[in-house]
């Protein structure tokens, strides 16, 4: 069975300092790994995926996260945060076989003037 | 707009009472999947349509809850003799085609409270 965990709940954050959102996975099968996003009074939004090929993803504002097969991982960074940017973030696992996309606990990622 | 919807958005209900939950996906989209989120967790996977065609029902907590999309567009997912456990933000999400590296878009929930 597949699992994902996010390591960290909550994460205050400076406005333009870096951050580091944790997710692990664990899966016996080939995955495809998600990052959704939830701003305040929103619904869930993709933020970038890895399907295959480059390991590093990039999202349209800012963000990128790498998959790191090694280490099960699929962490997302940014190198400079903004105040908009305080959202729930979600990762998520997909079987590239199956129908079940399984999501971790969510990070609440809370940025600072 | 051409989003998921979702309806009602907030449900109250008695224990014992049945609920039923509309979801319209995206006109167009294949896939539909529907989502329970208790407070301060994840969504977790209920149950997946593809068309009218019901692939994968294993994450129905119980046989009380029971879901449909009969004509491959709008669902419904009925919780019968509802529980205060059952009290959850319910998701609704599609996707254009079947293939699981297609972005699934969400809606806004319906939030059921059990009392």
């Known amino acids: 069975a597949q699992s994902v965990t996010q390591l960290d709940s909550q994460v205050p954050v400076f406005e333009e300092a870096p951050v580091e959102l944790r997710c692990n996975y664990s899966?016996?099968?080939?995955?495809?790994l998600f990052w959704y996003v939830q701003y305040p009074n929103q619904g869930l939004q993709l933020l970038l995926k890895?399907?295959?090929?480059?390991?590093l993803v990039e999202s349209i504002n800012g963000f990128e996260a790498e998959f790191n097969k090694s280490q099960t991982s699929f962490h997302l960074r940014k190198p400079s945060v903004h105040i908009s940017d305080t959202a729930e973030y979600f990762c998520?696992?997909?079987?590239?076989?199956?129908?079940?996309?399984?999501f971790g606990a969510g990070t609440r990622l809370f940025v600072k003037a | 707009g051409a989003g998921v919807s979702q309806s009602p958005r907030y449900k109250v209900a008695k224990r014992g009472q049945d609920v039923a939950l509309r979801c319209d996906p995206i006109?167009?989209?294949?896939?539909l999947f529907w989502y329970q989120q208790a407070l301060g967790q994840g969504p977790e996977f209920l149950t997946y349509?593809?068309?009218?065609?019901?692939?994968?029902k294993s994450g129905l907590p119980s046989d009380r809850f029971f879901a449909e999309r009969p004509e491959g567009s709008v669902s419904t997912l009925k919780i019968q003799r509802t529980q205060q456990e059952d009290s959850a933000v319910y998701l609704c999400?599609?996707?254009?085609?079947?293939?699981?590296?297609?972005?699934?878009?969400f809606g806004p929930g319906t939030r059921l409270t059990v009392t």
């Open positions: 999400a599609s996707s254009l085609a079947r293939q699981f590296s297609y972005e699934q878009y």
């Open positions: 899966s016996s099968v080939s995955v495809y």
């Open positions: 890895y399907l295959s090929g480059s390991t």
């Open positions: 998520a696992v997909s079987d590239t076989g199956g129908f079940k996309t399984i």
């Open positions: 006109s167009g989209h294949v896939s």
């Open positions: 349509f593809q068309n009218e065609a019901q692939l994968d």
